[in-house]
Protein backbone atom coordinates (compact mmCIF):
# COMPACT_ATOMS: atom_id res chain seq x y z
CA UNK A 1 0.00 0.00 0.00
CA UNK A 2 2.55 2.38 0.89
CA UNK A 3 4.61 1.35 -2.22
CA UNK A 4 1.54 2.37 -4.12
CA UNK A 5 1.09 5.63 -2.58
CA UNK A 6 4.58 6.79 -3.85
CA UNK A 7 4.78 5.38 -6.99
CA UNK A 8 1.74 7.31 -7.51
CA UNK A 9 3.63 10.35 -6.30
CA UNK A 10 6.71 9.67 -8.53
CA UNK A 11 4.22 9.81 -11.51
CA UNK A 12 2.45 12.88 -10.41
CA UNK A 13 6.00 14.57 -10.60
CA UNK A 14 7.00 13.27 -13.68
CA UNK A 15 3.55 14.75 -14.91
CA UNK A 16 4.82 18.00 -13.66
CA UNK A 17 8.56 17.80 -14.80
CA UNK A 18 7.13 16.76 -18.81
CA UNK A 19 4.29 19.57 -18.39
CA UNK A 20 7.12 22.09 -16.92
CA UNK A 21 9.50 20.82 -20.34
CA UNK A 22 6.43 21.38 -22.93
CA UNK A 23 5.32 24.55 -21.41
CA UNK A 24 9.19 26.25 -21.85
CA UNK A 25 9.44 24.84 -25.09
CA UNK A 26 6.10 26.31 -26.52
CA UNK A 27 7.05 29.44 -24.84
CA UNK A 28 10.45 29.39 -26.60
CA UNK A 29 8.78 28.46 -30.00
CA UNK A 30 6.27 31.53 -29.63
CA UNK A 31 8.31 34.41 -29.21
CA UNK A 32 7.91 36.87 -32.27
CA UNK A 33 11.21 36.17 -34.73
CA UNK A 34 11.95 38.46 -38.10
CA UNK A 35 11.45 37.16 -41.33
CA UNK A 36 15.20 36.47 -41.61
CA UNK A 37 14.45 34.05 -38.09
CA UNK A 38 16.12 36.17 -35.81
CA UNK A 39 14.24 37.87 -32.69
CA UNK A 40 12.12 40.83 -33.04
CA UNK A 41 14.47 43.96 -31.37
CA UNK A 42 12.39 46.45 -29.78
CA UNK A 43 14.57 50.01 -30.07
CA UNK A 44 15.74 51.99 -27.17
CA UNK A 45 14.47 48.57 -24.97
CA UNK A 46 16.72 48.79 -22.09
CA UNK A 47 14.95 52.36 -21.50
CA UNK A 48 11.79 50.43 -20.95
CA UNK A 49 13.38 47.31 -18.72
CA UNK A 50 14.80 50.69 -16.49
CA UNK A 51 11.12 52.29 -16.05
CA UNK A 52 10.21 51.50 -12.28
CA UNK A 53 6.98 50.48 -13.66
CA UNK A 54 7.53 48.49 -15.77
CA UNK A 55 10.20 46.45 -13.34
CA UNK A 56 7.34 46.51 -10.79
CA UNK A 57 4.78 44.84 -13.50
CA UNK A 58 7.41 42.14 -14.71
CA UNK A 59 8.21 41.03 -10.97
CA UNK A 60 4.48 40.68 -10.51
CA UNK A 61 4.34 38.74 -13.82
CA UNK A 62 7.43 36.92 -13.05
CA UNK A 63 5.66 35.39 -9.44
CA UNK A 64 2.38 35.24 -10.92
CA UNK A 65 3.54 32.83 -13.23
CA UNK A 66 5.83 31.34 -10.57
CA UNK A 67 2.50 30.49 -8.65
CA UNK A 68 1.09 29.52 -11.52
CA UNK A 69 3.22 26.52 -11.88
CA UNK A 70 4.17 25.82 -8.14
CA UNK A 71 -0.18 25.64 -7.62
CA UNK A 72 0.03 23.09 -10.86
CA UNK A 73 2.52 21.17 -9.10
CA UNK A 74 1.37 20.86 -6.36
CA UNK A 75 -2.34 19.84 -7.60
CA UNK A 76 -0.78 17.35 -9.90
CA UNK A 77 0.67 15.54 -6.82
CA UNK A 78 -2.22 15.89 -4.70
CA UNK A 79 -3.98 14.15 -6.90
CA UNK A 80 -1.74 11.84 -7.90
CA UNK A 81 -1.75 11.12 -4.17
CA UNK A 82 -5.48 10.94 -4.16
CA UNK A 83 -5.23 7.99 -6.83
CA UNK A 84 -3.00 6.47 -4.97
CA UNK A 85 -5.94 5.74 -2.09
CA UNK A 86 -3.70 6.19 1.02
CA UNK A 87 -4.95 4.44 3.83
CA UNK A 88 -4.92 4.33 7.50
CA UNK A 89 -4.60 1.06 9.89
CA UNK A 90 -6.71 0.34 13.08
CA UNK A 91 -6.41 -2.85 14.98
CA UNK A 92 -9.89 -4.14 16.67
CA UNK A 93 -10.41 -6.86 18.91
CA UNK A 94 -13.74 -7.47 19.06
CA UNK A 95 -15.56 -8.68 22.42
CA UNK A 96 -18.04 -10.73 22.64
CA UNK A 97 -20.55 -10.52 25.67
CA UNK A 98 -20.92 -14.27 25.37
CA UNK A 99 -24.48 -14.88 27.15
CA UNK A 100 -27.12 -17.11 26.16
CA UNK A 101 -30.14 -17.11 27.72
CA UNK A 102 -32.74 -19.74 27.29
CA UNK A 103 -36.11 -18.34 29.27
CA UNK A 104 -37.87 -21.80 29.95
CA UNK A 105 -41.67 -21.23 30.91
CA UNK A 106 -44.06 -23.22 32.83
CA UNK A 107 -47.56 -22.31 31.77
CA UNK A 108 -49.78 -24.29 33.58
CA UNK A 109 -52.91 -21.99 34.54
CA UNK A 110 -51.07 -20.74 38.33
CA UNK A 111 -48.24 -19.19 36.42
CA UNK A 112 -49.57 -17.23 34.36
CA UNK A 113 -49.55 -14.16 35.97
CA UNK A 114 -45.60 -15.03 36.72
CA UNK A 115 -45.29 -16.01 33.16
CA UNK A 116 -46.36 -12.57 31.76
CA UNK A 117 -44.30 -10.82 34.05
CA UNK A 118 -40.89 -12.21 32.85
CA UNK A 119 -41.95 -11.70 29.27
CA UNK A 120 -42.59 -8.19 30.05
CA UNK A 121 -39.36 -7.68 31.42
CA UNK A 122 -37.43 -9.33 29.33
CA UNK A 123 -39.54 -7.07 26.20
CA UNK A 124 -37.59 -3.69 28.09
CA UNK A 125 -34.74 -5.36 28.58
CA UNK A 126 -33.75 -6.01 24.52
CA UNK A 127 -32.63 -2.43 23.92
CA UNK A 128 -30.15 -2.31 26.63
CA UNK A 129 -28.70 -6.21 25.00
CA UNK A 130 -25.52 -6.25 23.31
CA UNK A 131 -24.70 -9.52 21.37
CA UNK A 132 -26.76 -11.70 23.98
CA UNK A 133 -28.87 -14.78 22.41
CA UNK A 134 -32.29 -15.13 23.39
CA UNK A 135 -34.43 -18.19 23.27
CA UNK A 136 -37.90 -19.22 24.94
CA UNK A 137 -39.29 -22.90 25.65
CA UNK A 138 -42.63 -23.38 26.85
CA UNK A 139 -44.02 -26.36 28.41
CA UNK A 140 -46.68 -27.53 30.59
CA UNK A 141 -47.47 -31.69 30.18
CA UNK A 142 -45.27 -31.45 27.01
CA UNK A 143 -42.42 -28.78 25.87
CA UNK A 144 -42.68 -26.41 22.64
CA UNK A 145 -39.69 -24.26 21.68
CA UNK A 146 -40.88 -20.91 20.39
CA UNK A 147 -38.10 -19.36 19.57
CA UNK A 148 -34.09 -20.93 19.07
CA UNK A 149 -31.21 -18.76 20.56
CA UNK A 150 -30.88 -15.62 18.22
CA UNK A 151 -29.51 -12.17 18.78
CA UNK A 152 -32.27 -11.28 15.84
CA UNK A 153 -34.21 -8.74 18.74
CA UNK A 154 -36.96 -7.47 16.58
CA UNK A 155 -38.01 -10.76 16.00
CA UNK A 156 -37.41 -11.72 19.64
CA UNK A 157 -39.77 -8.77 20.47
CA UNK A 158 -42.74 -9.99 18.49
CA UNK A 159 -42.64 -13.62 19.75
CA UNK A 160 -42.18 -12.15 23.23
CA UNK A 161 -45.54 -9.83 22.34
CA UNK A 162 -47.38 -12.67 20.85
CA UNK A 163 -47.15 -15.12 23.44
CA UNK A 164 -47.32 -12.41 26.62
CA UNK A 165 -50.86 -11.35 24.99
CA UNK A 166 -52.17 -15.05 24.50
CA UNK A 167 -52.34 -14.60 28.49
CA UNK A 168 -55.24 -12.43 27.74
CA UNK A 169 -57.54 -15.64 26.54
CA UNK A 170 -58.61 -13.76 23.36
CA UNK A 171 -58.72 -16.53 21.56
CA UNK A 172 -59.92 -19.36 21.71
CA UNK A 173 -57.18 -21.96 21.46
CA UNK A 174 -54.55 -19.57 23.27
CA UNK A 175 -51.02 -19.69 21.79
CA UNK A 176 -49.36 -20.86 24.78
CA UNK A 177 -51.42 -24.09 24.56
CA UNK A 178 -50.47 -25.04 21.11
CA UNK A 179 -48.36 -28.25 21.79
CA UNK A 180 -47.90 -27.99 25.10
CA UNK A 181 -50.99 -30.30 25.91
CA UNK A 182 -49.83 -33.49 24.42
CA UNK A 183 -48.85 -35.31 27.45
CA UNK A 184 -50.43 -36.76 30.63
CA UNK A 185 -50.55 -34.57 33.76
CA UNK A 186 -49.47 -30.54 33.76
CA UNK A 187 -46.04 -29.05 34.89
CA UNK A 188 -43.64 -31.37 34.08
CA UNK A 189 -40.99 -29.80 34.97
CA UNK A 190 -37.91 -32.15 34.65
CA UNK A 191 -39.29 -32.95 30.70
CA UNK A 192 -39.51 -29.16 30.84
CA UNK A 193 -36.31 -28.19 32.24
CA UNK A 194 -34.28 -31.04 30.11
CA UNK A 195 -35.95 -29.41 26.38
CA UNK A 196 -35.11 -26.15 28.21
CA UNK A 197 -30.76 -27.71 28.15
CA UNK A 198 -31.09 -29.53 24.86
CA UNK A 199 -31.63 -26.18 22.96
CA UNK A 200 -28.51 -24.66 23.64
CA UNK A 201 -26.50 -24.62 20.45
CA UNK A 202 -22.23 -24.98 19.29
CA UNK A 203 -21.59 -26.89 22.67
CA UNK A 204 -17.55 -26.69 21.53
CA UNK A 205 -18.37 -22.63 21.56
CA UNK A 206 -17.07 -20.71 24.83
CA UNK A 207 -20.46 -19.00 25.56
CA UNK A 208 -22.23 -18.44 28.97
CA UNK A 209 -25.26 -20.83 28.94
CA UNK A 210 -28.08 -19.95 31.83
CA UNK A 211 -31.60 -21.37 31.90
CA UNK A 212 -34.42 -19.12 34.03
CA UNK A 213 -36.60 -21.19 34.80
CA UNK A 214 -39.98 -20.34 35.76
CA UNK A 215 -42.39 -23.07 37.69
CA UNK A 216 -43.74 -23.47 41.19
CA UNK A 217 -42.66 -26.84 40.76
CA UNK A 218 -46.13 -28.31 41.30
CA UNK A 219 -46.04 -31.36 39.87
CA UNK A 220 -49.20 -33.53 38.57
CA UNK A 221 -48.40 -36.58 36.57
CA UNK A 222 -45.40 -38.71 35.89
CA UNK A 223 -42.39 -37.18 33.94
CA UNK A 224 -39.90 -38.75 31.43
CA UNK A 225 -36.92 -37.15 33.25
CA UNK A 226 -37.05 -36.19 36.74
CA UNK A 227 -35.85 -32.76 37.74
CA UNK A 228 -32.88 -34.35 39.53
CA UNK A 229 -31.98 -36.04 36.06
CA UNK A 230 -32.91 -33.11 34.69
CA UNK A 231 -30.52 -30.53 36.35
CA UNK A 232 -27.56 -32.92 36.52
CA UNK A 233 -27.61 -32.70 32.89
CA UNK A 234 -27.59 -29.11 32.58
CA UNK A 235 -24.68 -29.22 34.75
CA UNK A 236 -22.91 -32.24 32.81
CA UNK A 237 -23.52 -29.81 29.68
CA UNK A 238 -22.24 -26.27 31.53
CA UNK A 239 -26.26 -25.01 31.51
CA UNK A 240 -26.72 -22.74 35.55
CA UNK A 241 -30.67 -22.72 36.34
CA UNK A 242 -31.80 -19.59 37.74
CA UNK A 243 -35.37 -21.31 39.14
CA UNK A 244 -38.27 -18.32 39.69
CA UNK A 245 -40.45 -20.05 42.56
CA UNK A 246 -43.83 -17.63 43.53
CA UNK A 247 -44.58 -20.25 45.72
CA UNK A 248 -41.20 -20.16 47.42
CA UNK A 249 -41.21 -21.22 50.95
CA UNK A 250 -45.44 -22.24 50.74
CA UNK A 251 -44.04 -25.82 50.91
CA UNK A 252 -41.14 -26.26 52.17
CA UNK A 253 -40.05 -29.63 50.59
CA UNK A 254 -41.15 -28.52 47.17
CA UNK A 255 -38.85 -24.94 47.74
CA UNK A 256 -35.97 -27.12 48.14
CA UNK A 257 -36.11 -29.59 45.70
CA UNK A 258 -35.75 -26.80 43.42
CA UNK A 259 -33.34 -24.99 44.84
CA UNK A 260 -31.38 -27.88 45.51
CA UNK A 261 -31.69 -28.86 41.56
CA UNK A 262 -30.56 -25.17 40.92
CA UNK A 263 -27.68 -25.23 42.69
CA UNK A 264 -26.84 -28.28 41.51
CA UNK A 265 -25.68 -26.83 38.12
CA UNK A 266 -23.98 -23.63 39.42
CA UNK A 267 -27.14 -21.70 39.52
CA UNK A 268 -29.68 -20.47 42.53
CA UNK A 269 -33.31 -20.64 43.38
CA UNK A 270 -35.63 -17.01 44.10
CA UNK A 271 -38.97 -16.51 45.53
CA UNK A 272 -40.26 -14.11 44.59
CA UNK A 273 -41.68 -12.15 47.22
CA UNK A 274 -43.48 -8.53 47.79
CA UNK A 275 -39.39 -7.31 47.92
CA UNK A 276 -38.72 -9.05 45.10
CA UNK A 277 -39.48 -8.82 41.45
CA UNK A 278 -38.81 -10.90 38.03
CA UNK A 279 -36.44 -7.46 37.33
CA UNK A 280 -34.25 -7.79 40.17
CA UNK A 281 -33.67 -11.73 39.98
CA UNK A 282 -32.59 -11.44 36.01
CA UNK A 283 -30.89 -7.99 36.84
CA UNK A 284 -28.74 -10.73 39.41
CA UNK A 285 -28.44 -13.47 36.83
CA UNK A 286 -27.25 -10.39 34.32
CA UNK A 287 -24.46 -9.96 36.99
CA UNK A 288 -23.29 -13.20 37.13
CA UNK A 289 -23.19 -14.02 33.43
CA UNK A 290 -21.51 -10.72 31.81
CA UNK A 291 -18.29 -12.72 31.22
CA UNK A 292 -16.94 -11.07 28.19
CA UNK A 293 -15.01 -12.88 25.92
CA UNK A 294 -12.13 -11.02 23.58
CA UNK A 295 -11.93 -12.19 19.80
CA UNK A 296 -8.63 -12.58 18.03
CA UNK A 297 -7.10 -8.80 16.92
CA UNK A 298 -7.43 -7.77 13.35
CA UNK A 299 -6.32 -4.99 11.39
CA UNK A 300 -8.46 -2.88 9.20
CA UNK A 301 -7.12 -0.67 6.62
CA UNK A 302 -9.72 1.99 5.21
CA UNK A 303 -9.27 4.78 3.11
CA UNK A 304 -8.19 8.28 4.06
CA UNK A 305 -7.50 10.36 1.82
CA UNK A 306 -9.30 13.30 3.43
CA UNK A 307 -6.18 15.66 3.78
CA UNK A 308 -5.11 15.24 0.02
CA UNK A 309 -8.77 16.23 -1.10
CA UNK A 310 -8.57 19.24 0.58
CA UNK A 311 -5.01 20.30 -0.72
CA UNK A 312 -5.81 19.70 -4.06
CA UNK A 313 -9.21 21.42 -3.74
CA UNK A 314 -7.27 24.32 -2.36
CA UNK A 315 -4.13 24.05 -4.76
CA UNK A 316 -6.89 23.74 -7.68
CA UNK A 317 -9.37 26.61 -6.62
CA UNK A 318 -6.18 29.00 -6.14
CA UNK A 319 -5.06 27.76 -9.59
CA UNK A 320 -7.86 28.99 -11.05
CA UNK A 321 -7.95 32.09 -9.13
CA UNK A 322 -4.05 33.62 -9.86
CA UNK A 323 -4.41 32.40 -13.71
CA UNK A 324 -7.46 34.55 -14.14
CA UNK A 325 -5.71 37.37 -12.95
CA UNK A 326 -2.80 36.73 -15.25
CA UNK A 327 -5.34 36.91 -17.65
CA UNK A 328 -6.55 40.39 -16.65
Same mark, same amino acid.
Given at each position: ???????ML?VA??????AVG????LG?R??PR?A??????????????????FR?A???RV???TG???L???A?MAA????A???????????N??????L?LD????MS??DV????VF??LL?????????L??F???P?????LT???P???EHL??I?E?FD??D?I?E??????N??G?????D????C?????????ER?????? &???????G /?S?? @?LE? $? #?????SV????FA??P?QG?? &???????? /???? @???? $? #????RDT????DI???V??Q? &?T?????A???W?D??NL?I???????????V?L?????
Amino acid at each position: MALAFWWMLLVAAGVVVVAVGIGLLLGLRGRPRTAAGERARIARAERLRALPTFRSALRRRVLALTGILALGAVATMAAGAVAARPQTSQTIQPVNTSRDIMLCLDVSGSMSEVDVEVLSVFEELLESFKGERIGLTIFNSSPVQIFPLTDDYPFVQEHLQSIRESFDYVDEIPEHWVGTLNGDGASLIGDGLAACTMAFDHPDDERSRSIIF &ATDNEVNG /ASIV @TLEE $A #AGYAKSVGVRVFALNPVQGKD &ADVSAQLA /AAAE @TTGG $A #AYGLRDTTTVGDIVAEVQKQE &ATELKGQARVVWSDNPNLWIVVLMIAMLSFVVVLWRVKL
